[in-house]
């Protein structure tokens, strides 16, 4: 499945926005490669951007991520890579996604018809810093207009 679809344009859209609300570490998806589908379930490796704002390295040692649209859980990934961000830094780790493609389809018409969509990324870290490790839950959600991304002639 390597073509724009309207399941991977929402996904997209929902992968764009950032996670906040872990004070000095953030993270945004930004970039997607499609694995494989079936017909109940895409496989999606996300490229997700660890950023530390802090003046200390964190240690990133994986993540719970849950894709969500119009409130309705469309698919959620797992990573237990670990990643050095040093202070005032970035890295980048990959998050396998599995997507939901039946829970898609039923909402793909009602997108087309509201014209918008409320997009929304859960997500619980866990980051290791000065010798104890916590637990960070940040969410973004945003509304998108399809009609921004809908071609005019």
């Known amino acids: 499945m390597k073509q724009l679809t309207p399941l991977s344009l929402i996904v997209l859209l929902a992968g764009c926005a950032s996670f906040s609300g872990s004070g000095d570490f953030d993270a945004t998806v930004t970039n997607l490669q499609w694995r494989q589908s079936t017909a109940l379930e895409t496989t999606a490796i996300f490229t997700v951007r660890l950023e530390n704002e802090g003046t200390e390295a964190v240690e990133y040692t994986g993540g719970a991520f849950k894709f ?33 493609n039946l829970a898609m389809a039923t909402r793909i018409k009602q997108i087309v018809e509201a014209r918008r969509v409320t997009v929304r990324t859960d997500a619980t870290v866990y980051l290791q810093r000065g010798g104890g490790e916590r637990r960070a839950r940040i969410s973004k959600e945003s509304t998108v207009d399809v009609a921004d991304f809908t071609p005019t002639r």
Do not use: F, I, Q
Request: charged share 30%; net charge positive.
């Open 68 to 100: 969500y649209v119009d409130g309705r859980l469309m698919g959620k990934g797992l990573s237990n890579e670990r990643a050095r961000v040093e202070r005032l830094a970035s890295a980048t780790v990959p998050v396998e996604v599995h997507l939901r």
